[in-house]
């Protein structure tokens, strides 16, 4: 009996240390200053396994960052990004900002309006050297047209315009006109007219898509149309909101997938910066005229940027 009082003694002995020294998920303890953790994707966390950012911002009591913001590699706490923000959610830097790779070396500076790079934007990779980008406009959808039948007629009075997005493309500028049976027609005919738009160095997006719209406002001499269309449209990357559009007489229920959403508007001309990874754009137009029919003409061109 005393033998085995031993051995449960010698059991307890051993196995407690163990049982004391198992590590435990670790919950992060947030600082008092104003201090967010990310992990690799960017998103918020408070379990340390998985912090990889953090972040130190001032917020007013509305909860708005103020002065510069500060982002840094976590563990070694080597700055990562420094700014202003005008919203965190969504992000979008304000100001002059810059950046760094992990191992210290500058990765890009440059001024962002309303969370857009400007033109003097600058990058560089970990071994310091600069990224050269091109830009250049090129044809996303050539002019096409499309007859739209009054609302109260037995064949279609709407249609869906498809733009195809290049691999590479950064915006947009699409030029559109609709106007009512019998008004003079357009005269312009393809969007080529932003071809010789080209951009290099650290020119950036707007600067670009700004100067293709003024060009595109130029091209030809259409008489605008005398008496103001009754017709709606949309822009949207949804393809769903284009399904909904065709399946519900003309209407989408979330205006927030739209990029554009307009009513009685003959002409526009106007660049789109796009959000990374759009592949298709669809241009839903409706013509709400109860006896008249109607024209829509549209073109579309993309600014492709490539770097090396």
């Known amino acids: ?115 857009q790079q400007q033109a003097d934007y600058k990058s560089w990779r970990e071994d310091g050297r600069e990224i050269k980008c091109r830009s250049v406009m090129q044809d996303a959808l050539p002019l096409s047209t499309a007859t739209l039948h009054c609302s109260n007629c037995m064949h279609g009075s709407r249609k869906v315009f498809t733009v195809d997005i ?39 997006a707007p600067a670009l898509l700004g100067t293709a719209a003024s060009a595109l406002t130029r091209q030809g001499n259409s008489a605008p149309p005398t008496v103001s269309t009754k017709c709606h449209w949309y822009i949207t990357p949804d393809p769903a909101a284009a399904q909904q559009f065709m399946a519900t007489k003309g209407t989408i229920a979330d205006p927030q997938s739209c990029l554009r959403v307009a009513t009685n508007t003959s002409q526009e001309t106007r660049p789109i910066a796009l959000p990374s990874g759009t592949r298709q754009l669809f241009v839903c137009v409706n013509n709400d005229n109860y006896t008249t029919d109607a024209t829509a003409t549209l073109s579309a061109s993309a600014l492709v940027q490539g770097c090396q």
């Open 1 to 115: 009996m005393a033998k085995h009082y031993f051995l449960f003694f010698l059991f307890l002995i051993i196995s407690v240390p163990a049982l004391a020294q198992r590590p435990k998920p670790a919950a992060l303890v947030l600082p008092p200053a104003d201090t967010v953790y990310f992990d690799r994707d960017w998103e918020r966390t408070a379990t340390l396994e998985e912090v990889a950012y953090a972040r130190i911002a001032h917020h007013d009591a509305a909860g708005k960052a103020l002065g510069t913001v500060r982002s840094y590699y976590y563990p070694a706490w080597k700055k990562q990004w420094e700014g202003k923000l005008a919203n965190e959610g969504p992000y979008k830097p304000t100001g002059i900002c810059c950046g760094w790779h992990p191992n210290g070396q500058p990765s890009f500076r440059g001024t962002y309006v309303n969370g």
């Open 166 to 204: 290049p691999d590479g493309t950064v915006g947009i500028v699409y030029k559109f006109d609709v106007r009512d049976e019998g008004q003079p027609p357009v005269s312009w005919s393809t969007a080529l007219a932003v071809a010789a738009v080209v951009g290099s160095g650290g020119t950036a």
